[in-house]
């Protein structure tokens, strides 16, 4: 596999330069921005503990389509536990606060994404240490984001073609900023940051690699639920939960996605809530898309919104 190289510089939150547009990502350069860093700053805080997140994520749960899924007391009681283990470096917190005060979109997609990942690891992943260290990936798999100007992130017309470019920078930059921060270039949460946009056929970005990793793959799938299935800059009307799963099954179909993490996350829209091996997807679609939705909608080049 090619190498990847930089279009786009990497800045920490704080606007410090960490590598320059047009840098080639090798080991060895990890390594040393790494070093550069120092080994003293690997202090971790519990999330949920952290400001409003806490009682954020569980107003989040009682909406829909996300109280679709996560619907009873004891199934919140159970994710919640995982959750409350789930602990990060002070730099992931302060991206989640930055997000929180100039981003509300995607402040509510990392939490979402991060009880949506929870939850279908308990049927995917028996090791509850494990299922922790997954936990832990949903708040972070978007940290690449803090490089994108948030202009591009809040547009709600159609993005040009360079500013698709640039958004599908986040990948990469979160690959690059969680290696700098967590001191480890194959920590769980780096890989998912780099890969959750990834495809099992090859599809997908920022290397069109073939992803066979289920601990990312649980991610992207809640990453594309919720996506479809939230209102967004570029859309204000949601897909509705059947049509959002639809289009899941859909990506299951040509490959993008494994049938199993698919199959998880249908089961958990069902009644009783059966196990993902009992759960049969239909391959019937009856949903559409929502009036207005722009998504996948490439705009004439024009010049990239403020930040």
Known sequence: MSLLKLDYPVYSLDRQLLLRAGTTLTDEMLKTLIASRGADHRETHALLQHGTVKEDILGF???PPVNTIINDRRQISEIMKVMEHVKLVRPVLDSIEYFKQHDAYTYRHILVVFALSTLISTNLISDYQVRIRESATGPTHDFGKICIPIGVLRKTSPLTR???KILKHHTTAGHILLSYYLQDTEHLAVRVAKDHHERNNGSGYPSGMNLNDR???IVA???IYDALSA?????PISF???SALEEITLMAERGDVSWE???ALVAQN????PHFSECSVSLEKRGVSPPGNLYGVIADNASIPPV
Do not use: F, I, M
């Open 231 to 235: 209102s967004r800059p570029y859309r």
């Open 61 to 63: 749960l009682t909406h």
């Open 162 to 164: 360079d500013e698709r």
């Open 261 to 263: 993490v698919v199959q």
């Open 221 to 223: 799938v809640c990453d």
């Open 215 to 217: 601990a990312v793959e």
């Open 270 to 273: 069902r009644k009783g809530k």
């Open 240 to 242: 509705d939960n059947r």
